[in-house]
């Protein structure tokens, strides 16, 4: 069952109990059906390229929850999780900072299937920092899976090997992903306009 009607395409976001209307406004980018359409796509191709193996899918804390759990799903070969958080912390904008690990992995991943689970893409500052730190801890294997790429954004060079939806150069919520903690829970992707 889908949690969004077809027929919304503007939230509005009422704030002190529905007083006021925020200068947030919210439109469907890809809607949920559009979503778990690509998620089945990405899990078969995950289950067939790692037949008789086990993945370990290392989920970046907290943007990529929804899309860990509604990916691991579908995947038909046996699935492991972990959890990691990073930030970017540095002088300049926080897309050009060093990423610091907030929340380490539980377990190690030595002789493991990772495969990194990431809501999106941008700069791919966290990712180009990311990727080399645990590819030092010698996992059998390493790839990269995303929601979403913005890739007009790209300063940092990085292999995808699953990629959800390459979308254009705006700003995006829903389906894990937040503006200032907010909107993780929408079920669809959506572009965040301030009026
Ligand atoms: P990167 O290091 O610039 O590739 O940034 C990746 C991180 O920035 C993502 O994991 C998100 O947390 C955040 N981010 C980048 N673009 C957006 C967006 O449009 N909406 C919400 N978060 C974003
Ligand atoms: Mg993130």
């Known amino acids: 069952m889908l949690l969004t009607k077809q027929t919304e395409y503007w939230k509005s976001v009422s704030v002190n109990g529905g007083k006021y209307m925020s200068q947030e406004k919210i439109s469907v980018l890809i809607p949920e059906e559009k979503i778990e359409d690509r998620i089945v796509q990405l899990a078969e191709q995950i289950s ?34 972990d959890f990691i958080q990073v930030s970017s912390y540095g002088s300049g904008t926080k897309s050009s900072g060093s990423v610091v690990i907030k929340k380490e992995l539980d377990e190690d ?25 645990l590819k030092a801890r010698e996992p059998k294997s390493l790839k990269v899976c995303t ?44 572009v965040l306009h301030f009026e």
């Open 48 to 81: 067939k390229d790692y037949q008789g193996e086990t993945v370990k899918l290392v989920c970046i804390l907290k943007g990529s929850i929804i899309f860990t759990c509604e990916l691991a799903k579908r995947i038909t070969v046996p699935v492991l999780f």
């Open 147 to 190: 929601l979403l790429d913005k890739p007009d954004r790209r300063t940092a060079p990085i292999d995808v090997d699953y990629n959800g939806f390459v979308i254009p150069d705006e700003f995006v919520v829903g389906y894990g992903l937040d503006y200032d903690q907010k909107y993780r829970n929408l079920p669809y992707i959506g």
């Open 109 to 133: 991943i030595k002789g493991d299937n990772v495969i990194i689970v990431e809501d999106i893409v941008d700069s791919g500052n966290t990712l180009s920092q990311l990727v080399p730190i």
